[in-house]
C-alpha cells in the first residue's frame, strides 16, 4: 500500500537499514542469561548474568527497539498511523512525509526531497538511534593531536583493535591520505586504550565519508620523477623520535609514499628534516633504477624540502662538529645503501667509483635539491669505510 501511494504521488522512495538495532536497547524487563561459553567466570562458574540491554535473539528485543524509535519519532513531530502503528506520519504544509517501518528497516518517501534529506540527517545525527550511519569527519585526525600511551586509561581488546589497525594498514596501499594517523595508531598495539581505539575509530570515520576518494591517474601529463619530504620534531610521545614522511610523482601521477618513526632522535628540526631527506633520496634512487626496466633514465631528480638549514647542510657535505653525528647516522648510510649500483655504473662508463649528495638552489619560490653526483676522493672514501666498513668487503 504505501508503494503504491508512492507511486500514485510520484515520489522517490528511500531505504534505511538500522545497524545493531536490537542492540544497546533499553529493557524494561529483568532477563537473565547464561554465561556464553569461552567467558565463564571460573570463579562463579554457576551464576548467570542479568542484561543490562537487550541482545540478538531475545524476544523483547523488536518491542524494545521499537518503543525506543516511536518516541523519538513522535518528539520530531510524525504522528502514529490508526491503524498501522509502523507508519508515521507527517505533514508540512502541502507536502506529506511518510516513514514506513518493518523490523530495523524503514523505508520513506515525500512529495518534496528536501523533506527526505532532513530525515536522513536527523536520523544519522540523533544519539537516540544507534548506527543508522557514520558520523563522518573530515580529517582523519584531528591537527595537533598528541597520542600517548596512558597508563591510567581503560584497557581494550587487543585482538580487536589489531584487526582494525590490520585493515587500515592494507587500505594505505591506495590511500596515502591515512598513512601518518594509520601508523601513528599501530605503534600502541602492544598495549591499547581507550584513547587509541578513539582515534582508529575517527579513521574509519573519515574513511566513511571520502569512500570515493582515490588516486587519479590522468594521461597527458609529464613524465618525470619528482619528490618531497617532511619531518616532525620529536612527535613521538613515547621516545620522542621524529616522523619521515616521503611521496614520489611521475609528472602528475603519485607512485610511491611513506611515513615511517626515525631510527635516532633528533636535537633540532634541521637535524630530522635532514634524515627524512637522506630516507626520501633512497626511495627515489631505488625507483629510479626499476624505471631504468621501463626505458626511462633520469639524470636529475629533483627533492623538494620545507627546511633551509637541511638544504645548506646537504649543500656543504663538509663534516664538522654540528653535523657530524647527522653524517654518522644517516648520511654514510645513504652513501652505503646507493655507493655499489652507483660504482657499476661508473665504470661501465669510464669514470670511477660516486657517491651521491644533495645540492640545493632555488627553482620557481620552492626550495628544492637536486641529486646529482660527484666524484669521490681517497679520503670520502675511508670515510665510507670507517663508518660501514662491512660494505667494503662486498
Same mark, same amino acid.
Given at each position: &500500500?504505501?508503494?503504491?501511494?508512492?507511486?500514485?504521488?510520484?515520489?522517490?522512495?528511500?531505504? &534505511?537499514?538500522?545497524?545493531?538495532?536490537?542492540?544497546?536497547?533499553?529493557?524494561?524487563?529483568?532477563?537473565?542469561?547464561?554465561?556464553?561459553?569461552?567467558? #565463564?567466570?571460573?570463579?562463579?562458574?554457576?551464576?548467570?548474568?542479568?542484561?543490562?540491554?537487550?541482545?540478538?535473539? *531475545?524476544?523483547?528485543?523488536?518491542?524494545? !527497539?521499537?518503543?525506543?524509535?516511536?518516541?523519538?519519532?513522535?518528539?520530531?513531530?510524525?504522528?502514529?498511523?490508526?491503524?498501522?502503528?509502523?507508519?508515521?506520519?507527517?505533514?508540512?504544509?502541502?507536502?506529506? #512525509? $511518510?516513514?514506513?517501518?518493518?523490523?530495523?528497516?524503514?523505508?520513506?518517501?515525500?512529495?518534496?526531497?528536501?523533506?527526505?534529506?532532513?530525515?536522513?540527517?536527523?536520523?544519522?545525527?540523533?544519539?537516540?538511534?544507534?548506527?543508522?550511519?557514520?558520523?563522518?569527519?573530515?580529517?582523519?585526525?584531528?591537527?595537533?593531536?598528541?597520542?600517548?600511551?596512558?597508563?591510567?586509561?581503560?584497557?581494550?581488546?587487543?585482538?580487536?583493535?589489531?584487526? &582494525?589497525?590490520?585493515?587500515? &594498514?592494507?587500505?594505505?596501499?591506495?590511500?596515502?591520505?591515512?598513512?601518518?594517523?594509520?601508523?601513528?595508531?599501530?605503534?600502541?598495539?602492544?598495549?591499547?586504550?581507550?584513547?587509541? $581505539?578513539?582515534?582508529?575509530?575517527?579513521?574509519?570515520?573519515?574513511?566513511?565519508?571520502?569512500?570515493?576518494?582515490?588516486? !587519479?591517474?590522468?594521461?597527458?601529463?609529464?613524465?618525470?620523477?619528482?619528490?618531497?619530504?617532511?619531518?616532525?620534531?620529536?612527535?613521538?610521545? *613515547?621516545?620522542?623520535?621524529?616522523?619521515?614522511?616521503?611521496?614520489?610523482?611521475?609528472?602528475?601521477?603519485? #607512485?610511491? !609514499?611513506?611515513?615511517?618513526?626515525?631510527?635516532?632522535?633528533?636535537?633540532?628540526?634541521?637535524?630530522?628534516?635532514?634524515?627524512?631527506?637522506?630516507?626520501?633520496?633512497?626511495?627515489?634512487?631505488?625507483?629510479?633504477?626499476?624505471? +631504468?626496466?621501463?626505458?626511462?633514465?633520469?639524470?636529475?631528480?629533483?627533492?623538494?624540502?620545507?627546511?633551509?638549514?637541511?638544504?645548506?647542510?646537504?649543500?656543504?657535505?663538509?663534516?664538522?662538529?654540528?653535523?657530524?653525528?647527522?653524517?654518522? +647516522?644517516?648520511?654514510?648510510?645513504?652513501?652505503?645503501?646507493?655507493?655499489?649500483?652507483?660504482?657499476?655504473?661508473?665504470? +661501465?662508463?669510464?669514470?670511477?667509483?660516486?657517491?651521491?649528495?644533495?645540492?640545493?638552489?632555488?627553482?620557481?619560490?620552492?626550495?628544492? $635539491?637536486?641529486?646529482?653526483?660527484?666524484?669521490?676522493?681517497?679520503?670520502?672514501?675511508?670515510? #665510507?669505510?670507517?663508518?660501514?666498513?662491512?660494505? $667494503?668487503?662486498?
Amino acid at each position: &500500500m504505501f508503494l503504491a501511494y508512492a507511486a500514485h504521488k510520484n515520489f522517490t522512495v528511500f531505504q &534505511m537499514d538500522v545497524k545493531t538495532a536490537f542492540l544497546n536497547e533499553i529493557l524494561k524487563e529483568e532477563v537473565y542469561v547464561s554465561q556464553p561459553e569461552g567467558f #565463564v567466570n571460573q570463579e562463579k562458574p554457576d551464576h548467570v548474568y542479568i542484561l543490562d540491554k537487550a541482545l540478538y535473539g *531475545l524476544k523483547q528485543a523488536p518491542r524494545a !527497539w521499537y518503543d525506543v524509535l516511536s518516541t523519538f519519532l513522535v518528539k520530531s513531530g510524525f504522528s502514529k498511523g490508526t491503524v498501522d502503528t509502523t507508519l508515521f506520519i507527517k505533514k508540512e504544509k502541502a507536502d506529506i #512525509v $511518510l516513514i514506513q517501518i518493518y523490523v530495523d528497516d524503514i523505508i520513506f518517501g515525500s512529495t518534496n526531497t528536501k523533506y527526505c534529506k532532513n530525515f536522513a540527517n536527523l536520523m544519522g545525527n540523533s544519539p537516540e538511534i544507534p548506527n543508522v550511519k557514520y558520523k563522518t569527519i573530515g580529517t582523519p585526525m584531528a591537527p595537533g593531536t598528541k597520542i600517548g600511551t596512558d597508563p591510567s586509561g581503560k584497557a581494550v581488546d587487543i585482538r580487536t583493535y589489531r584487526g &582494525m589497525i590490520g585493515s587500515l &594498514m592494507y587500505l594505505t596501499s591506495s590511500r596515502p591520505d591515512i598513512m601518518f594517523s594509520t601508523c601513528l595508531c599501530a605503534r600502541y598495539q602492544a598495549n591499547p586504550k581507550e584513547i587509541h $581505539l578513539t582515534a582508529v575509530k575517527r579513521i574509519f570515520r573519515y574513511l566513511k565519508g571520502t569512500a570515493d576518494l582515490g588516486l !587519479w591517474y590522468p594521461k597527458d601529463t609529464t613524465f618525470e620523477l619528482t619528490a618531497y619530504t617532511d619531518a616532525d620534531h620529536a612527535g613521538c610521545m *613515547l621516545d620522542r623520535k621524529s616522523t619521515s614522511g616521503h611521496v614520489q610523482f611521475l609528472g602528475d601521477k603519485l #607512485v610511491s !609514499w611513506g611515513s615511517k618513526k626515525q631510527l635516532c632522535v633528533s636535537t633540532s628540526t634541521a637535524e630530522a628534516e635532514y634524515v627524512a631527506a637522506a630516507s626520501c633520496c633512497s626511495q627515489v634512487l631505488w625507483i629510479q633504477t626499476q624505471l +631504468r626496466d621501463y626505458g626511462f633514465h633520469f639524470n636529475k631528480i629533483p627533492i623538494y624540502c620545507d627546511s633551509k638549514s637541511a638544504i645548506a647542510i646537504t649543500a656543504n657535505p663538509v663534516q664538522h662538529t654540528k653535523t657530524k653525528h647527522i653524517d654518522v +647516522r644517516s648520511l654514510s648510510l645513504t652513501l652505503t645503501l646507493t655507493l655499489k649500483d652507483l660504482e657499476v655504473e661508473g665504470e +661501465r662508463q669510464g669514470f670511477g667509483p660516486r657517491i651521491p649528495f644533495f645540492r640545493g638552489r632555488e627553482r620557481k619560490g620552492r626550495d628544492t $635539491l637536486d641529486l646529482d653526483f660527484f666524484k669521490c676522493t681517497d679520503q670520502e672514501m675511508n670515510f #665510507v669505510g670507517r663508518t660501514r666498513g662491512s660494505f $667494503l668487503e662486498e
